[in-house]
Structure formats: structure tokens, C-alpha cells
């Protein structure tokens, strides 16, 4: 197949520039792609609208059920998926197939769910005789689906699954460094019955985004991404009114009371903050401890921290080691260490990591790091940090550990650990995210809605929520009967 577009059930020519897509453990090329034109999103468009009346009015158990055959599908060629996951993101294996089972779960749900939506019914008082008043939903018809580089996967059955049962059609936009793996996705739709222009792939950066946001047959548009593109798209969507759900990004904090068990919040919090080398919107980005655990807790999560051993994803590191990968781009990768050089500059302390490791070159690797004594308008406090590094700040308590939670512009996820019931119902109502997790933290739970508060967005995916996002409800009046 070509790896460029996929437009009413076949792959097409883009005719935009060049795009190299590189594995970001060896820098090596693996495809080249062309980026598609506001001419070629325009055929996407076309093509999901055409398909849109048809796709509508097919019965909603053979919806799900045409998607709940894609994901069997989907799930037969996991290795072949996970292994391009692996190649183009560069996460390792074990977390690339964590990722594959969350995609392909998404569908399940999503389908079983379908056929179990119900509308409204009261009776109404008329003068044209007993009156029916019924809420049904409809679709809303081309949804524009824009995708980020960290979980192309997950995030791309997050916006399909609900999308497709809901029976809108979709064009997708995978990100510019990650399109391989959705090319392959949509090819394996067609494959397993969803009709020719029900799904459409486009591939290209900001451009090609805004091109499609903007297209007049576009109804909705599901973005997940930074803030600040959330912000543009949502100034663009919104000359058209159009309908938006905006995923962004996050600092979330984990707060740590002295009753906690220790070594479930440590190991927890690590697996978040390191997983996908960092790269999580969801992951715990800073760490509140109260004084009486804080040395264990720190002396805990270093120990554990140095375990990593940066490499390629393809390849699992010997143990004890853990593999982590490299970071995504080169850019996050300054990123990274220009937010750690401002800690350090201001007197944080890195108490691992926190370098290019030895022995590895070509790829974007860096040493997973722990951090203290950050100060608090440090940018390591104030931006979001995607990369490997836990900053960790003594609090005296969970009054105090909320207020410090609170001090940042996102408001995406967030944990706490104690058993202390007080303190816990400070934290479900006092923490300004959309999530809250108590002495866990589980990222696919596909029957509760996420999202975020503040600006880390606007709309909810996952659960029955998410696809109340998909359909406009409709008021019919029903009356002259007899
Ligand atoms: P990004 O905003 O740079 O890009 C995301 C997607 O938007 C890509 O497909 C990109 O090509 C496209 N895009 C870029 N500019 C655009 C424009 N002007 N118009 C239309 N589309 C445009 O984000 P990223 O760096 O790829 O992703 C990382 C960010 O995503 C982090 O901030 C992370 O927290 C966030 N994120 C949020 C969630 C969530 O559910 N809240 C989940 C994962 C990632």
C-alpha cells in the first residue's frame, strides 16, 4: 500500500511536500510521506460525506457490529501493529502492546455500547390532542479526528469508537511523525467491512490540521494535543460554531500523606511519570509528600529510578534494567533539558539521571531523572514537563499538598494516597481535575469519562459521555394522532 492517504476505502497520491518519518531510537528513515494539501484534505472530506447518509442510516447493532469485526481484525495483526508502534513512536514493546490492547478494547466498547443508548419520553399538553415529546440523537456527520504522536493508537479508537456507532464518518489526522501504524489501521478497516468513506486518513502537520478544521463539511472536531494548538483550533472551529472536544495537556500531582502504603504509591507514581518515557498526558508530573514520608519516599522512588536503561524499544534491556525509550523528537528532548537546566539554575537538586546517557547515540535518549528542592516558578513547577523527571516537594499536610496541586493552569488528572477519609473527601472536591484517583492509578478504564478542567480542555472522551459528544439530541414533538 502507499503510506500517505486513505480516502474512500482505497490509499490515494498526497500532494504536499515531502515528510520523512523517523524511529526515533536510531534516526534512521522509515518512510517517506507527502503531506496532504487542503486540496487533498478536501477529497477526504467529500469522500466521508458522501458516505455520511448511508453510514447514518444503517441499523445501529450492524454498526457496532461492523466494529466490533474490525477490532477481531485488528487484534490478528497485533504483532505486525505493535512492532510499527515500536518503529515510528519508540516506546518499548511491553508498553507499545499495553497501548494495542487499549485500542482495540476502546472498540469493544464502544460497540457493545452502541445499542444501549436510550433518549427521553414525556408526555405533553396540547391542544392538537394527546402530545408526545421524545429526545432522540442523531449523528452530526464529518468528524474531524486530530491525533498526537505520544498514543496514536489509543487516542485514535478514543474518537473512533464513539465516532462510528454514533454513525458519523471520520477523517483522521494522525500526527506528522507518527502516521504509519493509522495508514495501516484504516487499511485493516476496510478489510473487515466498514463501507468506503466511513474512514479517511490524512497525514500532515498544522497545515493539513487547519485545513481540515476549517473545511465547511467538517460538523465536529475531537483534538487531542498541546494547549496551545487546542487554543487555535478552538478560535478556527468556532467561526463555524462547530461542535469540539479539545484533550490537552497536564501537570497532574500525586499527593503522598504519611498513611499511605509507601511502596504502592512509589512503584505507582514511577510507572506513570516514566512510562512512555515521560510522554503521558495523564502521567503524575508532580509529587507531594508530607514530611514524615518524604525521605522514604524520595530514597524509594530513586532507587527505582536508576533502574532504567535507555535504548531502542524493539530491543527489552536485561534485567534488573527496565527499558525506557528515547524521547519522541529532538525538540522534546531540549525541551526537556532546557526545563531541567531552569530548576537547576534556580537550585533544584537532581538526585538521578538527568543527562544523555552513555552509550547511546543516534537516538533521542535521556536519563531519567528525580528532582527536589524545585522552586516553585521554576519551569519544571510551571509547564508541563513531558519527559522522565519526577519533581518532588515536601508539603506539611493535605490542606497544604491542594493548595500547591492547585497552583497550575492544568487540571487534567490527579492522585492521592492515604486511607485517611477526611483527607480523601478534601481531595475529590478540592482538586481542580477532571480526574481524581485514590491509592491507584489506572489509565484505561473505558467506562469512566476523561478529561480535563482549566486549560487542559474542553469535553469528555471514554464512557457513555463520550458519545453524548457524537450526536446532536433532538426534540420531536408528537401530536394529532386521533
Ligand atoms: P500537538 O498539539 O503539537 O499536535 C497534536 C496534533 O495536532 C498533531 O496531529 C498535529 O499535527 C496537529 N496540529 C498541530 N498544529 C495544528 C493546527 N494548528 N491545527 C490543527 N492541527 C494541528 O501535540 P503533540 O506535541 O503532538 O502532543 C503532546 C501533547 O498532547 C501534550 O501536551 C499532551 O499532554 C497532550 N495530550 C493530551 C491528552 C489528553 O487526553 N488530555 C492525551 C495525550 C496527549
Redesign the pocket.
Known amino acids: 500500500m502507499t503510506t500517505q492517504l486513505w480516502i474512500d476505502g482505497e490509499a490515494a497520491e498526497a500532494t504536499g511536500a515531502d515528510r520523512e518519518v523517523q524511529n526515533p531510537a536510531t534516526l534512521a528513515t522509515i518512510e517517506t510521506v507527502k503531506d496532504a494539501t487542503a486540496d487533498d484534505v478536501d477529497r477526504a472530506v467529500q469522500a466521508a460525506h458522501r458516505a455520511f447518509p448511508g453510514w447514518a442510516a444503517t441499523d445501529v447493532t450492524k454498526r457496532a457490529g461492523i466494529v466490533r469485526k474490525a477490532a477481531d481484525l485488528l487484534a490478528q495483526h497485533r504483532e505486525e501493529l505493535v512492532a510499527s508502534l515500536v518503529q515510528e513512536q519508540g516506546k518499548p514493546t511491553l508498553e507499545a502492546k499495553g497501548e494495542f490492547g487499549h485500542f482495540v478494547n476502546g472498540l469493544y466498547f464502544y460497540s457493545e455500547l452502541a445499542s444501549k443508548v436510550r433518549g427521553g419520553y414525556q408526555e405533553l399538553p396540547s391542544q392538537f390532542g394527546r402530545s408526545y415529546g421524545l429526545t432522540i440523537r442523531r449523528p452530526l456527520g464529518v468528524v474531524g479526528a486530530?491525533?498526537?504522536?505520544?498514543?496514536p493508537l489509543t487516542?485514535l479508537a478514543?474518537k473512533l469508537g464513539p465516532a462510528l456507532v454514533a454513525g458519523n464518518t471520520v477523517v483522521a489526522?494522525?500526527?506528522?511523525?507518527t502516521p504509519l501504524t493509522t495508514l495501516r489501521v484504516a487499511e485493516l478497516l476496510g478489510e473487515a467491512g466498514v463501507p468506503a468513506g466511513v474512514v479517511n486518513v490524512v497525514t500532515?502537520?498544522?497545515?493539513?490540521?487547519?485545513a481540515?478544521?476549517t473545511h465547511p463539511l467538517v460538523r465536529r472536531v475531537a483534538?487531542?494535543?498541546?494547549?496551545?494548538?487546542?487554543q487555535?483550533?478552538a478560535e478556527?472551529a468556532g467561526r463555524d460554531l462547530k461542535r469540539v472536544s479539545?484533550?490537552?495537556?497536564?501537570s497532574d500531582p500525586s499527593i503522598v500523606l504519611a498513611d499511605a502504603d509507601l511502596d504502592a504509591a512509589v512503584k505507582t507514581i514511577q510507572i506513570g511519570r516514566y512510562w512512555n518515557c515521560g510522554?503521558?498526558?495523564?502521567a503524575p508530573k508532580r509529587a507531594f509528600v508530607v514530611d514524615e514520608v518524604y525521605d522514604r519516599f524520595v530514597d524509594t522512588m530513586v532507587s527505582r529510578v536508576e533502574r532504567y536503561e535507555p535504548g531502542n524499544g524493539a530491543e527489552p534491556a536485561e534485567k534488573p534494567k527496565l527499558r525506557i525509550g528515547p524521547l519522541?523528537t529532538a525538540r522534546?528532548l531540549q525541551t526537556l533539558q532546557d526545563q531541567l537546566a531552569d530548576a537547576v539554575d534556580r537550585g533544584a537538586k537532581v538526585l538521578v539521571g538527568g543527562g544523555v546517557p552513555d552509550g547511546t547515540s543516534g537516538g533521542h535518549f535521556f536519563q531519567p531523572a528525580v528532582v527536589v528542592d524545585v522552586p516553585r516558578d521554576s519551569r519544571l513547577a510551571t509547564e508541563?514537563v513531558?519527559g522522565p523527571v519526577l519533581p518532588v516537594w515536601r508539603v506539611d499536610d493535605v490542606d497544604h499538598a491542594i493548595e500547591l496541586a492547585n497552583d497550575t493552569e492544568y487540571g487534567?488528572g490527579s492522585s492521592i494516597w492515604t486511607r485517611d477519609a477526611g483527607a480523601i473527601d478534601k481531595a475529590m472536591n478540592g482538586l481542580e481535575t477532571g480526574i481524581t484517583w485514590v491509592n491507584q492509578m489506572h489509565y484505561g478504564y473505558d467506562e469512566m469519562p476523561?478529561?480535563?478542567t482549566k486549560m487542559?480542555?474542553v469535553g469528555r472522551?471514554h464512557g457513555a459521555e463520550a458519545l453524548e459528544e457524537y450526536v446532536e439530541i433532538k426534540s420531536v414533538v408528537v401530536g394529532g394522532l386521533h
Open positions: 486530530i491525533v498526537p504522536w505520544n498514543f487516542l478514543n489526522k494522525p500526527a506528522e511523525t500532515g502537520a498544522a497545515e493539513t490540521g487547519e481540515l478544521v483534538f487531542t494535543g498541546q494547549t496551545s494548538t487546542g487555535r483550533i478556527l479539545l484533550e490537552l495537556g497536564g510522554q503521558m498526558c495523564l519522541h522534546q508541563e513531558f487534567l476523561f478529561g480535563g487542559s480542555g472522551e
